[in-house]
Every structure is written in C-alpha cells, then in structure tokens.
Nanobody
Framework: EVQLQASGGGLVQAGGSLRLSCAAS????????IAWYRQAPGKEREGILC????????YYSGSVKGRFTMSRDNAKNMVYLQMNNLKPEDTAVYYC?????WGQGTLVTVSS
C-alpha cells in the first residue's frame, strides 16, 4: 500500500523559510518521481514542482521558481521541499503525491 506523509508545516513570517518533509512507503521509491502540491483556502489544489528519480526538478508553478526547491534521500525514502522567502500567498496545505496517491498534508501559514 502506497503511503505518503507530509510534515514540517507551521507558522512563519513573510520572508522566512520552512522545510517540508514527505515520507514515502509502499513502492520502489528510487524509481519514481514525487511531486508537491498545495491547496490554498478557497482554491483548487495546484501542482508546485516535482523531482524525478534522477533528481531533476520540474516546476509546475512559476510563482515558486527561485524560492522553492526539492531534494530527495533515496536511502530514507524521503523528499524535501525547501521554501525560502515565503509570502502570505504561499499559505496552504501542502501535499506530496506519487502517481495519484495523496498523503495527509501539512499546513503552512505565512503571516504578513
């Protein structure tokens, strides 16, 4: 069974940084891309960026390019989302995704 668990969210001031983690299990982690999505209050879920099995990063959202990046640790079946220069509009529940499987998200709140 595929399981994904995001963690690391919290309250941060604008301009600050957070690192989110996603623990994955139930599939051959090394072979697959993992993506981060987010859902802001009252808005649809949107894709942010994705990391391939070879650690190539694809940005789905131009609003985070230059501020967010991903990394992965295949030995630990973990991916990370480093978020810098956070803005109030980054406030959302953040989810990691693998082939349509969703885990419990983690809430990020950015105060102005």
């Amino acid at each position: 069974e595929v399981q994904l668990q995001a963690s690391g969210g919290g309250l941060v001031q604008a301009g600050g940084s957070l690192r989110l983690s996603c623990a994955a299990s139930g599939f051959i982690f090394d072979d697959y891309s993992i993506a981060w999505y987010r859902q802001a209050p009252g808005k649809e879920r949107e894709g942010i960026l994705c990391i391939s099995s070879r650690e190539g990063i694809t940005y789905y959202s131009g609003s985070v390019k230059g501020r967010f990046t991903m990394s992965r640790d295949n030995a630990k079946n973990m991916v990370y989302l480093q978020m810098n220069n956070l803005k109030p509009e980054d406030t959302a529940v953040y989810y990691c995704n693998h082939l349509g499987h969703w885990g419990q998200g983690t809430l990020v709140t950015v105060s102005s």
